[in-house]
């Protein structure tokens, strides 16, 4: 056999094949511009939202699902005396701010504002059962209803920082009411002392809407 018969055979082979269809295409596509565009905002929008409300990635700042706060040691001493309002602002800050924002405004629908609102300015004895134990259930504030759940500071801040709070809140903005003194709080303490359970809105409203 001589070389052109070869190539004559190679040819042959290869007009075969020819005749064989294309592999399909279908699948191996670039994806389309659009969906690198949806993840790309997808992606921007998620930073947003941890970065807006996702506190200090700590637990304890997520109030809704937090669980009851852990209990003071037996050592721990107050801080010293200092501004009720200066320090009531920090522990705001440290505590408060992620769910009630740094304006206290609050999330509409999720938490409620602290500005411009009877529950913080109206009696104070209502604010300081609010803080030392607690509140639950559904609660209209500012025309809004809420629905969920705050945990009570009981365990956790002293009386004069708990006055703190209660005074930094009644007097923050818009807010004008007089402040709450430690021993306010103490006596609170004192007369909840059993109570084990959070306040809901109706044990809260008429006997203590005029305060003590």
């Known amino acids: 056999?001589?070389?052109?018969?070869?190539?004559?055979?190679?040819?042959?082979?290869?007009?075969?094949?020819?005749?064989?269809?294309?592999?399909?295409?279908?699948?191996?596509?670039?994806?389309?511009?659009?969906?690198?565009?949806?993840?790309?905002?997808?992606?921007?929008?998620?930073?947003?939202?941890?970065?807006?409300?996702?506190?200090?990635?700590?637990?304890?700042?997520?109030?809704?699902?937090?669980?009851?706060?852990?209990?003071?040691?037996?050592?721990?001493?107050?801080?010293?005396?200092?501004?009720?309002?200066?320090?009531?602002?920090?522990?705001?800050?440290?505590?408060?701010q992620t769910c009630h924002q740094a304006e206290g405004e609050g999330?509409?629908?999720?938490?409620?504002?602290?500005?411009?609102?009877?529950?913080?300015v109206g009696s104070p004895d209502v604010l300081i059962r609010i803080l030392l134990q607690g509140l639950e259930g559904p609660i209209e504030v500012a025309g809004e209803l809420y629905t969920g759940f705050m945990p009570g500071w009981e365990a956790l801040l002293t009386d004069e920082e708990l006055a703190g709070v209660a005074t930094f809140l009644r007097q923050w903005q818009e807010n004008d009411a007089p402040p709450v003194a430690p021993e306010d709080v103490a006596r609170v303490r004192a007369e909840t002392a059993d109570r084990v359970e959070p306040w809901t809105a109706p044990e809260l409203t008429d006997p203590l809407e005029d305060g003590p």
């Open 1 to 96: 056999m001589t070389d052109r018969d070869l190539d004559r055979d190679v040819e042959r082979m290869h007009r075969l094949l020819y005749r064989e269809p294309a592999d399909p295409g279908e699948g191996r596509e670039p994806a389309p511009w659009w969906l690198w565009v949806l993840v790309a905002i997808t992606l921007f929008w998620g930073g947003w939202y941890l970065g807006r409300y996702g506190g200090t990635f700590d637990a304890s700042a997520h109030l809704a699902f937090a669980g009851p706060p852990r209990e003071l040691p037996d050592e721990r001493v107050a801080p010293p005396p200092e501004d009720l309002v200066e320090l009531g602002g920090s522990l705001y800050v440290r505590h408060c």
């Open 107 to 120: 999330v509409p629908g999720v938490f409620p504002p602290v500005v411009q609102t009877e529950w913080v």
